[in-house]
């Protein structure tokens, strides 16, 4: 497997790999890694769909990118997925496949004329005092020391960051910011996270950090993520007989492992209440999704709050990624991960509007007709002196096919799940859906006297405690993650967000599709590149332009500067007078 980039690579087809028609293939899950490994197996792997057998624990596919109607119960999305338009694996696997909405146009194409036609942005991006403008204005409010701050994690060896928290690099100068206001509710970071993902997000994403505070840069799916991405990769799968075993609980994989090679030996599961087994070839490949980030996930309804349940049980992925890691070091570490779900849960919840009263408030805020078909919020709206720091956010209505016209699905989400509603005096994952939603229409500025009754009669809200949703953002070291292809693999990869590639963030689509890519190709030897990170991080353009929108626009010689700093800034600049650097530092406003 290697990475490439360009037109050369991107549209090539790589002939059939070598003695591909007599091997299988086996994927535990069915989220966005296993479907895309896939997908890939299908398309550029050229490997028979009968030969390709997705092993589920649960009676339908998607994993985390879910989005359903329950009966009895109403439509649940436990989480939402921003897009990037440098999600170069995602799109290259998504221009092939079909719509299922539209003949003859595929997923990306659908996606790229919606937000080219509907360009993402928010108008109002934070409230406080029930719903008033918070006037963040678009900007960071970072001081020199605290842009210092971020600059030096920027430029700290990652080796440094090891098992290091997020405020043991920042400051208040950084935390009390509107930059970490923006940071850690689009992103569902905690002070207490990994200052190495921190570091590697602002990496990753530095060409979108002038979008941060509205959202411009980002692109969203016409309906949730399971109707709008898993649906039509299942359909495309399907349409090639891959082999879907649904109720089917992988519990353990066996190893054969040598000094020399590692060879997946058995997979066993369980499937009607018996236990089973799968023995396994070298011609055999196993792709194990270890971890979840919505594993031991609960539903409540409007009146009865989500249990938060986060024993670890026989079956599970968790344990079977122990019992995975037990047999080899080099498979990862899940404790790291999955033994403090005080710090790693948070909750979310859906509302559904069922009438025309709640809508106005929604339109008040978002400065837009939610029943446009168009963007609504834009992304995330933040009450900023919320106790549960609750978010909300409604996507293009309909949100669900079949949804009632007159409705609308958003989502609603709070880091702090621990602490007592300014309003509704209990914490979140006390709450019930309708005490939940009591909460937030408080923070929209809904009458006090009328909060309850359009919580019961106008509204139904159904929450969801996930104990595990940042278990990938706690601090860790290299080894901690399992490589997607180990060294020494014969016949198995890891996919998904606990499995460790070059470059990449997780937490993103694009993090689950790129595992899948990299899986495939490696074991297949697939002769094709895989496409390299976006390179944003290494364009002198996007570092200079990084540094000024991180400083809400000010000059570089604006800066506090001490008097010797201020002769060395003096020298520097006269000695690029006339060059192209001076013209560069001047186009990006720099000087």
């Known amino acids: 497997m290697y990475y490439g980039s360009g037109n050369y690579e991107a549209f090539a087809r790589p002939l059939k790999p070598e003695g591909v028609d007599n091997k299988s293939a086996y994927l535990i899950g069915s989220g966005l890694a296993a479907l895309a490994a896939a997908c890939y197996?299908?398309?550029?792997?050229?490997?028979?769909?009968?030969?390709?057998?997705?092993?589920?624990?649960?009676?339908?596919?998607?994993?985390?990118?879910?989005?359903?109607?329950?009966?009895?119960?109403?439509?649940?999305?436990?989480?939402?997925?921003?897009?990037?338009?440098?999600?170069?694996?995602?799109?290259?696997?998504?221009r092939s496949i079909p719509s299922i909405e539209t003949e003859g146009v595929s997923v990306l194409d659908e996606y790229y004329w919606l937000n080219k036609k509907d360009p993402n942005y928010s108008l109002m991006r934070a409230t406080i005092n029930c719903g008033e403008d918070a006037h963040t204005d678009g900007k960071f409010g970072l001081s020199d020391k605290g842009a210092m701050e971020i600059m030096k994690l920027f430029f700290t060896p990652d080796e440094a960051l090891y098992n290091r928290r997020i405020d043991e690099l920042f400051s208040e100068e950084v935390l009390n910011s509107n930059f970490w206001l923006y940071w850690r509710t689009m992103f569902a970071f905690e002070n207490w996270h990994s200052a190495l993902e921190m570091k590697l997000y602002i990496k990753r994403f530095i060409h979108?950090?002038?979008?941060?505070?509205?959202?411009?840069?980002?692109?969203?799916?016409?309906?949730?993520?399971?109707?709008?991405?898993?649906?039509p990769m299942v359909k495309y799968l399907e349409s090639h007989n891959v082999q879907f075993h649904y109720e089917t609980e992988v519990i353990n994989v066996e190893f054969d492992i040598r000094p020399s090679k590692k060879?997946?030996?058995r997979i066993i599961f369980v499937h009607d209440g018996a236990e089973?087994?799968?023995?396994?070839?070298?011609?055999?490949?196993?792709?194990?999704?270890?971890?979840?980030?919505?594993?031991?996930?609960?539903?409540?309804?409007?009146?009865?709050?989500?249990?938060?349940?986060?024993?670890?049980?026989?079956?599970?992925?968790?344990?079977?990624w122990r019992k995975i890691a037990a047999q080899d070091p080099s498979f990862g570490h899940p404790d790291k991960f999955c033994t403090t779900p005080d710090l790693t849960n948070w909750m979310s919840a859906t509302v559904t509007t069922l009438d025309d009263k709640i809508p106005p408030y929604v339109q008040k805020i978002c400065q837009r007709d939610p029943f446009s078909g168009k963007v609504v919020t834009g992304g995330i709206v933040t009450a900023k002196d919320s106790n549960w720091l609750l978010s909300w956010t409604f996507n293009r209505q309909p949100q669900f096919r079949t949804q009632p016209k007159g409705?609308?699905?958003?989502?609603?989400?709070?880091l702090f799940s621990d602490k007592?509603?300014?309003?509704?005096?209990?914490?979140?994952?006390?709450?019930?859906g309708k005490e939940i939603c009591m909460e937030w229409l408080y923070h929209m500025g809904v009458p006090v006297d009328q909060i309850e009754d359009l919580a019961e009669n106008s509204s139904n809200c159904i929450p969801c405690m996930m104990p595990y949703i940042t278990s990938f953002f706690m601090p860790r070291e290299a080894?901690?993650?399992?490589?997607?292809?180990?060294?020494?693999?014969?016949?198995?990869?890891?996919?998904?967000?606990?499995?460790?590639?070059?470059?990449?963030?997780?937490?993103?689509?694009?993090?689950?599709?790129?595992?899948?890519?990299?899986?495939?190709y490696t074991l297949l030897n697939v002769d094709r590149a895989v496409p390299e990170v976006w390179g944003s991080v290494y364009d002198v353009r996007a570092l200079l332009n990084s540094t000024v929108q991180l400083r809400d626009g000010k000059k570089v010689?604006?800066?506090?500067?001490?008097?010797?700093?201020?002769?060395?800034?003096?020298?520097?600049?006269?000695k690029i007078h006339g060059s192209d650097i001076e013209k560069l530092l001047k186009e990006y406003n720099l000087i």
């Open 479 to 520: 080894g901690d993650r399992p490589d997607v292809v180990p060294q020494g693999a014969v016949n198995f990869a890891f996919l998904g967000q606990f499995a460790e590639t070059e470059r990449d963030t997780i937490f993103t689509t694009e993090y689950s599709m790129r595992t899948g890519m990299e899986a495939v």
């Open 208 to 231: 979108h950090i002038g979008g941060l505070p509205d959202f411009k840069a980002l692109r969203f799916t016409k309906y949730n993520q399971y109707e709008s991405m898993i649906l």
């Open 276 to 320: 089973d087994a799968i023995d396994l070839s070298e011609d055999d490949l196993a792709f194990i999704t270890n971890g979840s980030c919505t594993e031991c996930s609960t539903l409540g309804d409007h009146y009865t709050p989500a249990p938060f349940n986060y024993e670890i049980k026989p079956g599970k992925c968790w344990d079977m």
């Open 263 to 265: 060879v997946a030996k």
């Open 420 to 432: 007592p509603g300014n309003f509704v005096k209990k914490t979140m994952k006390e709450c019930t």
């Open 557 to 574: 010689t604006e800066m506090n500067l001490g008097l010797k700093e201020k002769m060395v800034m003096k020298d520097v600049l006269k």
């Open 407 to 414: 409705q609308l699905v958003g989502w609603i989400y709070g």
């Open 41 to 94: 197996l299908v398309r550029d792997g050229q490997m028979k769909g009968e030969r390709i057998h997705i092993l589920e624990k649960d009676p339908i596919p998607g994993g985390a990118c879910d989005g359903y109607e329950y009966q009895n119960l109403g439509y649940v999305m436990r989480g939402g997925r921003e897009m990037d338009n440098h999600f170069e694996c995602m799109w290259d696997l998504m």
